[in-house]
């Protein structure tokens, strides 16, 4: 397995390993991205592989410019124009109806396609140099948690990777916002930028709802999970006992104590700085061998609303009091 420091000459390594149907996972301002040129369908097809995902789901294209989303786009409708001013590069992805030269395969069947310009420089760079749309999921295995760091990368997919660039700490750490715009503008996954700025931009915008069949499979309930189980609270509660229990606070230790490691994610009450703690610490509750994580109720508020969204899939998907083996 490959992980290299981001620097100029690995970039281009990297961009070199894109342009020939490999896999490289890259840094962006969100998570890390396992990245394939999103017009070669047998490159995407190995994403799908690698990640061990039972089904096909549609994938962002990653692009160097607003200018590149007529390679993905049927065309860019006016509200789209607004948006990409106001908030790209950043983590806003858009989905309209794609053009026909992107592959089914990264759209997963559907007429659309997800686009987004992400904020960071090495991914940024990387996309220039690859002068390629780069269809890329979070860099994790189906259902696990979302990598915010090289590491994170390596230990979940290692050597099935062609390369790993390493840019360090990712600095939002949670996924892109995702909103439709094939009709009125629909929320399909909160994320990174804020329902309420884009809000601001075009007015209010509709929320997909999660209970009927997916829009988006981001919207599955049993996604962003730590392999242990975990109950988000909204008071103290009485522990249960003889477990080994973990505990993600907002801001203060949890009054009882009697846990075997806590995570604080903004000791300053910063949302926008929990967002960014908030993957690394459930990757470093999920290796402390606990039974049970136990994650306070954050306020549904900004970036809030985006980490309750991932504590509400990460406990959807077990049964919190029944330990797995
Ligand atoms: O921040 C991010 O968005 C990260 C970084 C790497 O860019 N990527 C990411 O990708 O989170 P992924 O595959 O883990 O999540 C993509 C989300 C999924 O919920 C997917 O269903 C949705 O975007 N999506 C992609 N294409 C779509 C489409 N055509 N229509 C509706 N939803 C779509
Ligand atoms: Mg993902």
Redesign the pocket.
């Known amino acids: 397995m490959k992980i290299r420091p981001a620097l100029q000459a690995h970039i281009k390594e990297a961009a070199q390993i894109l342009r020939q149907g490999g896999l490289v996972a890259?840094p962006?301002?969100?998570?890390?991205?396992?990245?394939a040129n999103a017009f070669d369908a047998l490159a995407v097809a190995r994403i799908f592989e690698v990640k061990q995902r039972p089904e096909f789901?549609?994938?962002?294209?990653?692009l160097a410019s607003p200018e590149e989303t007529r390679l993905v786009w049927s065309d860019q409708p006016e509200m789209a124009k607004e948006l990409i001013k106001q908030f790209w590069p950043g983590?806003l992805?858009l989905?309209y109806f794609?053009n026909k030269k992107i592959p089914d395969i990264?759209?997963?069947g559907?007429?659309?396609?997800?686009a987004?310009m992400?904020d960071h420089p090495v991914?940024l760079a990387l996309l220039q140099e690859a002068a390629l749309p780069v269809a890329?999921?979070?860099?994790?295995l189906f259902g696990r948690l979302?990598p915010t760091t090289a590491e994170h990368v390596a230990e979940q997919l290692g050597s099935q990777v062609d390369l790993i660039l390493d840019g360090g700490k990712t600095p939002?750490g949670?996924?892109?916002t995702?909103l439709?715009l094939t009709g009125d503008p629909t929320l399909?996954?909160p994320?990174?930028t804020p329902v309420e700025e884009i809000e601001s931009v075009i007015g209010p915008i509709k929320i997909a709802s999660t209970s009927s069949q997916?829009?988006?499979?981001?919207?599955?309930e049993h996604?962003y999970a730590p392999r242990t189980p975990l109950a988000i609270i909204k008071e103290p509660v009485q522990l249960p006992p003889g477990l080994k229990i973990g505990y993600l606070a907002f801001s203060t230790p949890p009054p009882e104590l009697n846990v075997v490691q806590v995570e604080i994610l903004s000791p300053r009450r910063d949302l926008r700085e929990a967002a960014a703690n908030l993957f690394e610490a459930l990757h470093r509750l999920d290796q402390a061998n606990l039974d049970l994580i136990l994650a306070e109720t954050f306020p549904e508020q900004g970036l809030g609303r985006a980490i309750m969204d991932r504590l509400r899939k990460a406990a959807g998907a077990h049964s919190p009091l029944k330990p797995a083996g």
């Open positions: 890259f962006t301002e969100t998570v890390y991205g396992l990245g789901d549609p994938l962002i294209i990653h983590p992805t989905v794609k990264v759209t997963a559907l007429p659309t396609a997800a987004r992400p991914a890329a999921p979070s860099a994790n979302s939002v949670i996924e892109s995702v439709d399909l996954r994320g990174g997916p829009l988006s499979p981001g919207q599955l996604h």
